[in-house]
């Protein structure tokens, strides 16, 4: 299974990095390869499935630690678009607009 991160995802992504960086040296680095296990986990980790959404799954980002994110995704076919990679205290499913717009 192939795994895809929509641009609002990768921008997201870069942007949290960035954040993290800019607060502590290499905290940046460690988010971003925090992040990149879970994407490379996807495939074959179990995500819970998004309440209301079945074809919607979230894993939290939480390894070596607990990061306040949540990377949420769709399963069409053999693609994971990752379509959201969202902090804890956002606004819940702010991103849910991004499956109809075409981002996935």
Not at 52 to 62: K, L, R
């Amino acid at each position: 299974m192939k795994v895809v991160l929509s641009r609002a995802a990768a921008r997201e992504f870069a942007l949290a990095a960035d954040w993290y960086e800019e607060r502590t040296e290499n905290q940046g680095i460690r988010f971003a390869e925090a992040v990149e296990a879970v994407l490379a986990s996807l495939p074959r980790a179990p995500r819970r499935p998004l309440r209301g959404f079945e074809d919607i799954g979230m894993q939290v980002v939480a390894f070596p630690k607990k990061w306040p994110y949540r990377v949420f995704c769709v399963e069409r076919g053999d693609v994971l678009t990752v379509v959201a990679i969202a902090h804890n205290r956002r606004e819940p499913g702010y991103w849910l607009p991004r499956l109809d717009e075409g981002q996935v």
